[in-house]
Nanobody, 129 residues
Framework: VRMVASGGGSLQAGGSLRLSCDVS????????LAWFRQGASKELEKVAT???????TYADSVKGRFIISEGNPKKSLYLQMNRLKPEDTGTYYC????????????????????????WGKGTPVTISS
């Protein structure tokens, strides 16, 4: 499985960015996909998840501003980021849980980085005030 993230950039607060992640080699019908980010603290934060049923979850810090979605056919993952804030600055990673973990088509409850088997290289986002 290969995941390639793109779309990062630098812009001022209040703007919008759309991150993309091309997914190849994932053949199972059930999946759990996610975006994570790593900011200045170096802690990896789960930003949003989407599963095979279209169920989405968001970190409280991005609710109402970010939208996670999939491409059609489902070989792409997107993160629409609106009303960006300086605290959104970081490197963003797309990730997928293993076919075994996502066999039921759902993300595990409280899914975290430890549940993700496949990762894309990060794409940097810098938001200035």
């Amino acid at each position: 499985v290969r995941m390639v993230a793109s779309g990062g950039g630098s812009l001022q607060a209040g703007g919008s960015l759309r991150l993309s992640c091309d997914v190849s080699g994932y053949v199972a019908s059930g999946y759990c996909l996610a975006w994570f980010r790593q900011g200045a603290s170096k802690e990896l934060e789960k930003v949003a998840t989407v599963d095979s049923y279209g169920m989405t979850t968001y970190a409280d810090s991005v609710k109402g501003r970010f939208i996670i979605s999939e491409g059609n056919p489902k070989k792409s993952l997107y993160l629409q980021m609106n009303r960006l804030k300086p605290e959104d600055t970081g490197t963003y990673y797309c990730a997928a849980a293993s076919e075994w973990t996502a066999a039921a088509g759902r993300c595990p409850e409280n899914v975290g980085e430890g549940d993700m088997q496949y990762w894309g290289k990060g794409t940097p986002v810098t938001i200035s005030s």
